[in-house]
């Protein structure tokens, strides 16, 4: 239960910095740490057991079936990133109340911030795979709202809509890998997935699974070549460029690496794969992020170049490398984050980002200047700092591989290069901003330091720096020995965090990186000369082209498919259907099989005749809309007899109970529309109509013929025998609804409630004129209320009322429930509008039906989450009996709960839809309209 507390809390806490939103904006903020302080405090409970080398694993059943589970699993590795996520987090809360400004909302900026966390820590925490990809969206979507906060600017809508569209389309790769993971696995769990990394390499599906995956790992870690989205999300304040860059959303893709490392590493495609993407994006990042002149931008495509150094290191595929690969990720996070901020403290305090502009802050920023140094030289690999030892262990793992044989320097001499340019955009930043002369033209002049405690966050993450880069094991050794051991899934080989391991050739590498890196710096004025005479390809500007490209082409699509014209709609649909079930009907060697057909008796006849005239008399007179109306009600009564002759009372109830909430609807909206249709369709038409109508009935009847002639295995056996014993009722119809199929009830009534809203939105405010007269011109009459239907309706309410009481509370053993029962009460409310009109039943009715449907829909969504309480999948019944005084032994059945909020949910929508419907009428015509 700890666990899921952890990734729940941030998602309740986001309420709290909008409920303080107008109560001081430190308050705001201190009401934001509450979700990951609480967090930290239960993480940390669980801290023995996880430096202790076990897994921790909460789960409660789900949708078993389907192989999803409510299950988080907390071992070395998640324990780190669960610890990176909030404990930067909060420092990243603390600075965001100085960074933003008074105009910015900052309640809503937290409750963004906390959903986003809260996705992240579902991701990281995940045992079922199903889950995680659950949270997985929810980074997307939580971080499309984060990077387009300032929806004033362009820039930040089209970067949050270009990472959305990126990462959303890997996500789609990653859910289809996962997908295949299950099937090939037969399970979800990790645990699972662990203990099959055999299996999966052996299978025909790994490269599969591999390239799907890892589709999903480099779209959301910015790897190359679907790294252009990265820098363009800038656009975002620089509190959520520090979050996303350091602790979360880029670090998810290389959690997800690390993660399933033991299931899918350790063969040649995936070395080749994660190997060349990381080596590619290490340089490509490294490179660019020299030439950039926006501060932000210059750290975008740095991080860029580090997280290709992770992936590279997991891409070499040794156990050495993999722990390399969650050392880097540790340093990155700080000085990463400890540089936005003071990226961000720049900006804040002069205006600009502009890196030709911002030049001399040392001498006006001292203390700032100092931090920013500091974290920069971690960035670039200076010895005494925490990113000088897992670039050493980066150089000596480039050159144990042996791979690609007598090609194997290029790794080496890739990972030397990378290097170099990280020496040199690193100098670039602390040379050309603290130094290189004065400032020019800044907006805000003179610059001076932020407010104090704007700084502690910096200070905190430069501080890990040196501590890490000084003292390792006595301060990250531990850590980093149970997060690598739970991503090898294995035990360690040996290492060493020592600062100084003699003269050697990865010190030899790290020289050079640096010589050269200061060389290259040094050398900057010929190389920007020749980075501005090249092309200048903007990414956004070519995926903006590409998605107006495939706007126009949906739309050029549905211009061809969807002309406005149900007619031809249902002619597509109807000549489909017609085309490929009528061929494999045709291929039949005979339509009839071996099963005699029931002998038909005189009555059925008859009412199937009826109900045949019925739908022909509905066609036949379809311009006549009251007509055809009535007609159509003929047929929706016979099927109700039909049901009812053959031994389904529950459907008979339900049919006529639908039928006549929508011959009421229909008879509202009638009241409208003209009385007649006018002739549209030519006679060529209608007997195109005419001929498809007919081959579908013929399609049908040859189906329901076919395979009523042929023996089948039916599931109602199933549910005959388990009825009373699984679900405590007798009526099969009503257990199946409220338990053996009750998630699709709830997802029934869920989307009946938002229908209902819905259509109440679009007709909420409109007002139409009432018609003149009837169709045959004659002037409606003054008072729209008639005295018997007025007395009638009144003397039969409490009569409904009561029989849909009665249908409930029998609906578990006998025919009924809360669906007809909710029915049978929305037409006695229903009754009481027609009759006696909206503003009177209103004011003795006064029932918000919005709140009404929400009741319904949350009791029901209650009683499935209670199931859990008890450790039972979601919606699983309880029941037994009980002696109640004066009424003596009864069955109660936690179905009933269900069952009333299915009641509710009928009668809130169906009253939402049709009383508002009585408000339509702008108001009875005047004589002279009449």
Not at 853 to 875: D, N
Request: hydrophobic content about 55%; charged content about 10%; overall charge neutral.
């Amino acid at each position: 239960m700890t666990l899921a507390l952890i990734v729940i809390l941030p998602l309740l806490g986001s309420l709290l910095p909008l409920l303080f939103n107008n109560q001081g904006r430190s308050l705001c903020a201190s009401m934001t740490m509450v979700a990951p302080v609480i967090g930290l405090v239960l993480l940390w409970q669980h801290v023995d057991a996880v430096f202790a080398g076990q897994a921790v694993i909460h789960s409660w059943p789900w949708l078993s079936e389907l192989g999803l589970n409510i299950s988080f699993r907390l071992d070395g590795l998640s324990f780190l990133f669960a610890l990176m996520i909030q404990g930067i987090g909060l420092l990243v809360i603390l600075y965001a109340r100085y960074y933003l400004s008074k105009r910015d909302p900052m309640g809503r900026f937290f409750c963004y911030l906390l959903l986003f966390m809260s996705a992240m820590l579902g991701v990281v925490l995940s045992e079922n795979l199903l889950l995680m990809m659950v949270f997985w969206e929810m980074t997307s979507l939580s971080s499309f709202l984060l990077i387009s906060y300032w929806s004033h600017s362009t820039d930040a809508r089209k970067g949050a809509r270009m990472a959305l569209a990126v990462t959303g389309a890997g996500g789609l790769a990653l859910l289809a890998g996962v997908l295949l993971l299950g099937q090939v696995v037969g399970s979800y769990e990790l645990t699972d997935v662990f203990a099959a990394g055999e299996l999966i390499r052996a299978h025909a599906l790994y490269p599969v699974i591999l390239a799907l995956v890892l589709l999903g790992v480099f779209t959301k870690s910015a790897q190359f070549p679907f790294h252009f989205w990265l820098p363009h999300a800038m656009a975002a304040p620089t509190p959520v460029s520090a979050y996303l860059h350091s602790a979360t959303m880029v670090k998810a893709g290389v959690f997800v690496l690390a993660r399933l490392y033991p299931a899918l590493a350790d063969t040649d495609l995936w070395f080749y794969l994660v190997s060349s993407a990381g080596m590619a994006t290490l340089l490509v990042g490294a490179c660019t992020a020299l030439f950039q002149h926006d501060l932000k931008g210059l750290l975008a495509y740095s991080t860029i170049s580090h997280l290709g150094l992770i992936t590279l290191l997991f891409g070499l595929d040794t156990r050495l490398a993999a722990v390399a690969a969650v050392f880097h990720i540790i340093n990155h996070a700080t000085f990463k984050a400890s540089l936005f901020m003071a990226a961000g403290i720049i900006d804040h305090e002069t205006g600009t980002r502009d890196m030709r502009r911002i030049n001399g802050l040392l001498r006006y920023m001292p203390h700032t200047a100092t931090l920013a140094m500091v974290a920069a030289s971690a960035m670039a690999g200076v010895p005494l700092l925490n990113g000088f030892l897992s670039k050493e262990m980066f150089f000596t793992e480039t050159l144990e591989q042996h791979m690609l044989g007598s090609f194997s320097w290029l790794i080496p001499l890739g990972a030397t290069l990378g290097g170099v340019f990280s020496v040199a955009y690193s100098l670039r930043f602390i040379h050309d901003v603290f130094f290189n002369g004065k400032p020019v033209n800044l907006p805000k002049y003179p610059p001076h330091e932020p407010p104090r405690y704007m700084k502690v966050p910096v200070e905190v993450l430069v501080a890990m720096c040196l501590a890490v880069g000084l003292a390792p094991g006595f301060t990250v050794a531990g850590l980093l020995a149970t997060a690598a051991a739970a991503t090898v899934g294995g035990p360690l080989p040996e290492y060493s965090l020592a600062i100084w391991h003699g003269f050697n050739l990865p010190l030899l590498m790290s020289v050079v990186a640096m010589l050269v890196g200061i060389a290259v710096y040094s050398a900057r004025r010929p190389l920007f000369a020749w980075y501005a005479r090249q092309r200048d390809v903007d990414a956004k500007l070519v995926f903006e082209r590409v998605v107006q490209t495939a706007v126009r082409g949906a739309a050029r699509m549905t211009l061809l498919l969807e002309n406005a014209s149900l007619q031809r709609y249902l002619t597509c649909l109807l000549l489909s259907a017609l085309v490929v079930t009528g061929w494999w009907l045709w291929r039949l060697p005979a339509l009839q099989g071996p099963v005699a057909l029931t002998p038909v008796d005189g009555v059925t006849m008859a009412a199937a005749v009826v109900m045949m005239l019925g739908a022909l008399a509905t066609v036949y007179w379809h311009r006549m809309r009251l007509v055809s109306l009535t007609m159509l009600s003929v047929v929706g009564l016979v099927v109700s007899l039909a049901f009812a002759r053959f031994a389904a009372p529950d459907l008979a109830l339900t049919q006529i109970s639908v039928e006549v909430v929508t011959i009421v609807l229909l008879m509202l909206a009638l009241f409208f529309l003209p009385a007649r249709t006018p002739r549209e369709s030519s006679a060529l038409r209608r007997g195109r109509d005419m001929l498809i109508a007919g081959g579908c009935g013929l399609l049908v009847g040859g189906l329901a013929f076919g395979m009523l002639t042929r023996p089948y295995d039916s599931i109602s056996d199933f549910f005959l025998a388990n009825s009373v014993t699984g679900g405590g009722g007798h009526n099969v119809v009503n257990v199946i609804l409220v338990d053996f199929r009750g998630f699709d009830t709830m997802g029934e009534v869920t989307v009946l409630a938002i229908a209902a809203i819905a259509i109440y939105a679009l007709i909420d405010g409109l007002r139409l004129r009432v018609p003149g007269g009837d169709s045959l011109g004659k002037p409606w009459a003054q008072r729209g209320e008639l005295l018997m239907l007025v007395n009638l309706s009144h003397v039969l309410l409490p009569l409904a009322l009561m029989i849909s009481v009665y249908i409930f509370l029998r609906g578990h053993n006998l025919p009924g429930g809360g669906f007809i029962a909710g029915l049978i009460t929305s037409v006695a409310l229903i009754l009481q509008y027609v009759a006696s009109g909206e503003a009177w039943t209103s004011e003795r009715w006064p029932v918000n039906y919005h709140w009404l449907a929400g009741a319904g829909v949350l009791i029901a969504g209650a009683t499935g989450l209670g199931s859990w309480a008890f450790g039972y999948p979601f919606l699983t019944s309880a029941f037994d009996h009980f002696h109640i005084p004066l009424v003596g032994d009864i069955e109660l059945a936690t179905a009933m709960l269900f069952d009333l909020g299915v009641y509710l949910t009928v009668v809130g929508a169906t009253l939402l839809i049709l009383a508002n419907l009585g408000k339509l009428p702008q108001g009875r015509p005047s004589e002279g309209e009449i």
